[in-house]
């Protein structure tokens, strides 16, 4: 058990740590302050200081694993100083590269959380050709730059996009060939994970949303993918080997195309009526909520024990207000949305490091990343998380109202409509 002083020491560098992670990890080095690092610096080094006025022989071991951890965030933070003053002198050439490379981040980012190490079956395929083109743009824009300003800096970073850029052209060709395989009822009750995939993104983006904050090509996306769903579900139907299910399944895909596109249609038309400086100021708003929430969810608990779907679910929003966001800057500089825009674009980075920690935290621990914890629902969410998982390997495709509605249920009522489902294989009507 760690001693008073231990804990007192830990607290300390933990505080220490988590300001360097606000402040400096994943930022744009040239808008850091250096008189802000060397502030962290020193203060580690007196942690370090009193750590090292208690003989070796009294120390204990987790005095010495603690100092080590401590010597080493010294040498990162003191090796972080040079890299800031070499990007305050590169100045505007930096300040044009580096967007860019936050661009990328972000992706990389995204694709960790939606496509490494999970099955090939149920990944979204549009999702994936989205961040394809991103990193396209994103490629050919950093080229621009160096072209003009040639540095082996951004030369590798731009190799990592291209690494990554191939590596899921590679994958959706697999993912193709694994979604076009099986037989017709396996590729049936893939097809119906597959929609139900596209339903809880439409309830976790749109469902009771401003309007105006919903960005339309997120909505566009979801409805190609449905459309090619329901297509390859007609294509199982003839071939008269089907699963019996999959009949119903089609009728379900048509009525939620039918409402998403009356919903893009009403999206289009508030976008229509009012100016970037309305949108600016209602995406600021939606950023705000969604750091609320992470602070209410996140900020000072236990990384075993927080939902980390939750916290996904949370990047992958605010990184749709990113989006808009960037795009608004890059068509008319709004005071307020380039403000807005770098502390959205800060906090993202921020939230997916604690995303990539909780699962470090998690796995260290001997649990399932993808488990959610007891924040934000307990049983009832492990449950409905169970709930989806029987409905997608079971090709029940559940109504949009009532996929909504599953938010709001407790354990009991979860669990007799998972008993329902198991028994009949069909969602009660």
């Excluded at 299910?245 to 895909?253: A, E, H, L, R, S």
Aim: charged share 30%; proline share 3%; net charge neutral.
């Amino acid at each position: 058990m760690a001693t008073p002083l231990t804990q007192s020491l830990q607290s300390e560098f933990d505080a220490i740590n988590s300001e360097y992670n606000d402040h400096f990890a994943g930022q744009n080095r040239a808008t850091r302050e250096l008189a802000k690092l060397d502030s962290l610096v020193s203060r580690i080094k007196s942690v370090l200081a009193r750590i090292d006025a208690i003989p070796a022989m009294a120390r204990g071991a987790e005095l010495d694993s603690l100092r080590s951890d401590i010597e080493e965030q010294r040498k990162l933070f003191e090796a972080e100083r040079p890299q800031i003053e070499r990007a305050k002198k590169l100045g505007p050439v930096l300040e044009r590269f580096a967007p860019l490379a936050t661009a990328a981040n972000a992706t990389f980012a995204r694709y960790a959380r939606h496509f490494a190490g999970q099955s090939r079956d149920t990944r979204d395929l549009d999702l994936l050709d989205d961040m394809i083109d991103e990193l396209t743009r994103t490629e050919r824009e950093m080229g621009e730059v160096i072209s003009r300003t040639p540095s082996d800096d951004f030369r590798n970073d731009r190799k990592i996009v291209q690494d990554n850029l191939e590596m899921y052209k590679g994958e959706r060709e697999q993912i193709v060939k694994t979604q076009t395989s099986g037989s017709p009822e396996a590729r049936a009750e893939r097809l119906a994970s597959l929609a139900n995939n596209q339903f809880e993104n439409y309830r976790q983006h749109f469902a009771g949303q401003n309007r105006l904050t919903r960005r339309p090509q997120l909505l566009q996306r979801m409805i190609k993918s449905l459309e090619r769903a329901q297509s390859q579900m007609r294509e199982v139907d003839k071939s008269q080997h089907g699963a019996d299910f999959n009949k119903g399944n089609i009728d379900i895909v048509e009525q939620n195309l039918a409402m998403y596109r009356a919903e893009l249609a009403e999206i289009r038309k508030v976008k229509e009526t009012n100016s970037l400086d309305d949108l600016a100021g209602n995406l600021g708003d939606s950023a705000n909520q969604l750091f609320a929430q992470y602070r209410e969810n996140f900020a000072g608990k236990n990384r075993t024990t927080v939902d980390l779907a939750l916290l996904g679910r949370i990047c992958d929003q605010l990184y749709e207000i990113f989006r808009q966001m960037r795009d608004i800057d890059r068509t008319k500089k709004v005071e307020m949305n380039t403000k807005n825009l770098e502390i959205v674009t800060d906090q993202l980075a921020l939230f997916g490091r604690e995303f990539d920690e909780i699962v470090k935290a998690r796995q260290a621990a001997g649990l399932p990343a993808s488990t959610s914890g007891a924040t934000g629902g307990g049983d009832a969410s492990a449950l409905r998380e169970q709930l989806l998982a029987v409905c997608a390997a079971r090709g029940v495709i559940i109504p949009a109202d009532q996929r909504a509605a599953l938010a709001n249920r407790d354990a009991t009522a979860i669990q007799d409509l998972l008993n329902y489902v198991r028994r009949t294989g069909a969602w009660p009507a």
